[in-house]
């Protein structure tokens, strides 16, 4: 190679500037946030009882570390018999909750033949849509946990955003997992699961007062949530008791 070639192999290779050809030059886009988590709920509690299946959360949405929207829901109904609770991104929530009444709860109306999607199916059906979305590298920036009961059985299942999925007779999510959790487990198994729905929904409120206390990300106004056999019932907010007049805060 001449030293004029090698010259313009250098121009062309090394000096030149990343734009210095228009074909090869990239398109600038527009900066995306889907795989930042923005406005996002903490904790989600749930625990099987006699009949039914009780979950609680808070109403606070967390814009970064800031207490921004205080009246959020993260407990809906989807469906005749089941319960869906969300930690984590709330508008990746609504999207989720947009898909399922699309995919599944239009076309139990349009079928018109008198089943409806089962908390079973429901449940596998959001695994399946959180997996394929991790899988595409955009995920859904979620825990779930789905609450159900029909025919006499009581369902309680957890997925997440890399869609590992669950089912156990208590969960928790969030900070919850660490700190709720023993609690509920713990009042399980000295109950032996023998739980009526009041002794349910007063564990929920207890965890929650403690994730209150602990988690920096929790609310003092919560929902508590309960499906039986007369189909899902989501409570109207609360405000808990708390206590700070001890010496030590």
Same mark, same amino acid.
């Given at each position: 190679?001449?030293? %004029?070639?090698?010259?313009? =192999? @250098?121009?062309?290779?090394?000096?030149?500037?990343?734009?210095?050809?228009?074909?090869?030059?990239?398109?600038? &886009?527009?900066?995306?946030?889907?795989?930042?988590?923005?406005?996002?709920?903490? $904790?989600?509690?749930?625990? *099987?009882?006699?009949? !039914?299946?009780?979950?609680?959360?808070? /109403?606070?949405?967390?814009?970064?570390?800031?207490?921004?929207?205080?009246?959020?829901?993260?407990?809906? $109904?989807?469906?005749?018999?089941?319960?869906?609770?969300? +930690?984590?991104?709330? $508008?990746?929530?609504?999207?989720?909750?947009?898909?399922?009444?699309? $995919?599944?709860?239009?076309? %139990?109306?349009?079928?018109?033949?008198?089943? +409806?999607?089962?908390?079973?199916?429901?449940?596998? #059906? &959001?695994?399946?849509?959180?997996?394929?979305?991790?899988?595409?590298?955009?995920?859904? =920036?979620?825990?779930?946990?789905?609450?159900? =009961?029909?025919?006499? @059985?009581?369902?309680?299942?957890? /997925?997440? =955003?890399?869609? /590992?999925?669950?089912?156990?007779?208590?969960?928790?999510? !969030?900070?919850?997992?660490?700190?709720?959790?023993?609690? &509920?487990? @713990?009042?399980? +198994?000295?109950?032996?699961?023998?739980?009526?729905?009041?002794?349910?929904?007063?564990? &929920? *409120?207890?965890?929650?007062?403690?994730?209150? #206390?602990?988690?920096?990300?929790?609310?003092?106004?919560?929902?508590?949530?309960?499906?039986?056999?007369?189909?899902? *019932?989501?409570?109207?907010?609360? @405000?808990?008791?708390?206590?700070? /007049?001890?010496?030590?805060?």
């Amino acid at each position: 190679m001449s030293m %004029d070639n090698f010259g313009l =192999y @250098k121009l062309m290779h090394e000096d030149a500037p990343k734009n210095n050809n228009p074909l090869l030059e990239q398109p600038t &886009l527009a900066k995306t946030h889907t795989t930042d988590p923005i406005v996002t709920g903490t $904790s989600v509690l749930a625990i *099987k009882f006699n009949g !039914g299946v009780a979950i609680a959360a808070d /109403t606070l949405a967390s814009y970064g570390s800031m207490a921004r929207f205080r009246d959020i829901e993260r407990l809906k $109904s989807f469906g005749k018999y089941t319960i869906v609770g969300a +930690s984590g991104e709330y $508008s990746d929530f609504q999207y989720i909750e947009e898909q399922v009444k699309q $995919s599944l709860i239009d076309r %139990d109306y349009q079928l018109d033949d008198g089943r +409806s999607t089962t908390p079973r199916e429901i449940y596998q #059906y &959001l695994v399946r849509v959180l997996y394929n979305r991790r899988n595409k590298f955009d995920p859904l =920036y979620n825990v779930l946990v789905i609450a159900g =009961y029909e025919n006499g @059985k009581a369902f309680l299942g957890q /997925t997440d =955003y890399l869609g /590992t999925h669950f089912e156990d007779v208590t969960l928790a999510t !969030g900070y919850g997992s660490y700190i709720a959790q023993p609690i &509920l487990r @713990k009042f399980y +198994s000295e109950k032996n699961g023998n739980i009526t729905e009041q002794e349910a929904k007063d564990i &929920l *409120k207890k965890c929650l007062t403690v994730l209150f #206390y602990r988690d920096a990300r929790a609310a003092d106004k919560v929902q508590i949530a309960v499906i039986n056999d007369q189909g899902p *019932k989501i409570d109207e907010p609360i @405000k808990l008791e708390t206590q700070w /007049t001890f010496k030590g805060f």
